[in-house]
T-cell receptor, first 114, second 109 residues
Framework: DAMVIQNPRYQVTQFGKPVTLSCSQT?????MYWYQQKSSQAPKLLFH???????NEADTPDNFQSRRPNTSFCFLDIRSPGLGDAAMYLC?????????????FGPGTRLTVL | GENVEQHPSTLSVQEGDSAVIKCTYS??????FPWYKQELGKRPQLIID?????GEKKDQRIAVTLNKTAKHFSLHITETQPEDSAVYFC????????FGQGTRLTINP
């Protein structure tokens, strides 16, 4: 009964080669988030979707894009990965925005850039 | 925007002793304060949370206290066990979650 699923769990790409990470949820939550987490650091919010409304964090590089074709799925596209983009990418969901709604995290995708 | 400071960055305690991790936040409008435990290579998992209308909450060996006036909140783990070893993150939410820097807790047998 997995709730937030991320594929693949490990992704290796080459410098500059576009890559897409996927996230799906069975919770029917309105909000889906993408976080970047580098070693020994806190998760850093990249953007979130409230239903179809996309919200980008001010310091998220243009290299990072996202798509949410339906309630269940959300994708993170990295157009030209650099060595500095190697990290764990965490997807999370919540029923609603703010108001103390618990965020449920997926297992993450560890991205390696060669 | 919100800023969350977490201390200490590392904490080592003997098995059976208590561990305390402290966080401060800057935005008085923040109203939800979760704590996440993250084991190596795994997802963050919510272990306890507290809302701004409550001063203390306890769940078995874990408790959280909130002082809204001083804008700080703390995680208390009693009777620590080796499986409590992990990185712990506090967070504060107003419009979005803002995480503290994390505390690496090591329980020594």
């Amino acid at each position: 009964d997995a709730m937030v699923i991320q594929n693949p769990r490990y992704q290796v790409t080459q410098f500059g080669k576009p890559v897409t990470l996927s996230c799906s949820q069975t919770l029917n939550h309105n909000v889906m988030y993408w976080y970047q987490q580098k070693s020994s650091q806190a998760p850093k919010l990249l953007f979130h979707y409230y239903d179809k409304d996309f919200n980008n964090e001010a310091d998220t590089p243009d290299n990072f894009q996202s798509r949410r074709p339906n309630t269940s799925f959300c994708f993170l596209d990295i157009r030209s990965p650099g060595l500095g983009d190697a990290a764990m990418y965490l997807c999370a969901t919540s029923r609603d925005l703010a108001g103390g709604n618990e965020q449920f995290f997926g297992p993450g995708t560890r991205l390696t850039v060669l | 925007g919100e800023n969350v400071e977490q201390h200490p960055s590392t904490l080592s305690v003997q098995e059976g002793d208590s561990a305390v991790i402290k966080c401060t936040y800057s935005d008085s409008a923040s109203n939800y304060f979760p704590w996440y435990k993250q084991e190596l290579g795994k997802r963050p998992q919510l272990i306890i949370d507290i809302r701004s209308n409550v001063g203390e909450k306890k769940d078995q060996r874990i408790a959280v206290t909130l002082n809204k006036t001083a804008k700080h909140f703390s995680l208390h783990i009693t009777e620590t066990q080796p499986e409590d070893s992990a990185v712990y993150f506090c967070a504060a939410e107003q419009q979005k979650l803002v995480f503290g820097q994390g505390t690496r807790l090591t329980i020594n047998p």
